[in-house]
């Protein structure tokens, strides 16, 4: 049956009709809001390269993250900025680390949020990449005896979770294995499996002052143009017991979130990130497009694509304005 019979806008006259068969639904269980804790700061600071958010000081990012439990949000993923940063990183391995204290607040304030953590060297490095370095390059296997001794002291300090975002091969299998000798067997992996080497972050690096001081992350990073490696890298991460596998960036990403839908029944999470807030922060700012409008399309496009979980910085905007259209 074809036209005049049929007539697809039928089902588009109203808003009612439209929500009856609306395919893809946003919901604030979705998102998990990241929140960058500093010890460089002492108040509220903002993020120059990104508007609307902040560097929290440690003994205010429980409000923040309370804030977001608050508005339906179910978790935090915790990125953190030492006072001091050297060739290996050591900061990020304190009991009384940057990221250890804040999940150690949030979790006292608001228990019941779930916090995951950022698993990585280069906020923590001076050189600032994401492994320590051997003959100028970044040494793999040096790399996940740290990256594993970090994930435990995340999940000692209370951590519901670990997020590995190194690309380090074997990491998972590494972290998993020290997580369950440590006897954190309920920590839960939600590995940035098929990371690319995006200029999508330069926003972020801007924040956390993370950029590689030589070189740059093509040695470990995903190359943009491969999506079967990333089926690979996937597969991978499954094996070496990831709970959760995350794509990243969204949003130049998306086929590569279908096809890890279509190839993997496991749970998906898709990272927006900071050039995408920022991208779509600058086009509100000068009135090129409606934000809110734009912030639901790219993130409904990121779920329709197949992700189960978002990460995004949009996360507390678009919970409310989710509320406001019900
Ligand atoms: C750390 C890390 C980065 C991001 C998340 N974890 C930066 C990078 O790999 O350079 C990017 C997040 C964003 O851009 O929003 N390795």
């Known amino acids: 049956m074809s036209f005049p019979e049929h007539r697809p806008r039928r089902l588009r006259r109203t808003e009612?009709?439209?929500?009856?068969?609306?395919?893809?639904?946003?919901?604030?269980?979705?998102?998990?809001?990241?929140?960058?804790?500093?010890?460089?700061?002492?108040?509220?600071?903002?993020?120059?390269?990104?508007?609307?958010?902040?560097?929290?000081?440690?003994?205010?990012?429980?409000?923040?993250?309370?804030?977001?439990?608050?508005?339906?949000?179910?978790?935090?993923?915790?990125?953190?900025?030492?006072?001091?940063?050297?060739?290996?990183?050591?900061?990020?391995?304190?009991?009384?680390?940057?990221?250890?204290?804040?999940?150690?607040?949030?979790?006292?304030?608001?228990?019941?949020?779930?916090?995951?953590?950022?698993?990585?060297?280069?906020?923590?490095?001076?050189?600032?990449?994401?492994?320590?370095?051997?003959?100028?390059?970044?040494?793999?296997?040096?790399?996940?005896?740290?990256?594993?001794?970090?994930?435990?002291?995340?999940?000692?300090?209370?951590?519901?979770?670990?997020?590995?975002?190194?690309?380090?091969?074997?990491?998972?299998?590494?972290?998993?294995?020290?997580?369950?000798?440590?006897?954190?067997?309920?920590?839960?992996?939600?590995?940035?499996a098929a990371k690319y080497c995006s200029a999508f972050y330069g926003p972020f690096r801007q924040a956390v002052d993370s950029a590689p001081q030589f070189g740059d992350r093509r040695g470990y990073q995903m190359d943009p143009p491969n999506v079967r490696e990333a089926m690979r890298e996937i597969e991978q991460d499954i094996d070496e017991g990831a709970d959760i596998l995350m794509v990243k960036p969204a949003l130049a990403y998306l086929d590569v979130i279908a096809e890890a839908r279509r190839t993997y029944d496991v749970l998906i999470a898709a990272y927006n990130v900071s050039g995408e807030y920022s991208m779509v922060k600058a086009a509100a700012a000068q009135g090129l497009a409606d934000e809110s409008r734009l912030v639901l399309e790219v993130l409904t496009s990121i779920k329709r694509a197949g992700a189960d979980i978002i990460v995004s910085y949009h996360a507390p905007d678009v919970v409310r304005w989710l509320k406001d259209e019900m």
């Open 16 to 192: 009612a009709l439209r929500r009856l068969v609306r395919e893809t639904h946003l919901h604030p269980s979705d998102f998990v809001y990241p929140l960058f804790v500093s010890e460089l700061v002492d108040a509220k600071s903002p993020i120059e390269s990104m508007p609307g958010l902040f560097n929290w000081p440690v003994d205010m990012v429980a409000d923040e993250a309370r804030h977001a439990f608050e508005l339906g949000i179910p978790a935090v993923l915790l990125f953190g900025t030492p006072a001091f940063k050297d060739a290996t990183g050591s900061a990020s391995l304190q009991d009384d680390g940057i990221v250890q204290r804040a999940v150690r607040a949030i979790k006292e304030s608001v228990p019941k949020l779930a916090v995951i953590t950022d698993v990585c060297l280069c906020e923590y490095t001076d050189h600032g990449h994401c492994g320590v370095i051997a003959d100028g390059d970044v040494d793999n296997d040096a790399t996940l005896e740290i990256l594993a001794r970090q994930a435990v002291s995340h999940a000692q300090a209370g951590a519901d979770m670990v997020a590995p975002s190194d690309m380090m091969d074997g990491r998972v299998e590494a972290i998993r294995s020290a997580l369950d000798a440590a006897d954190c067997v309920n920590t839960a992996i939600m590995s940035y």
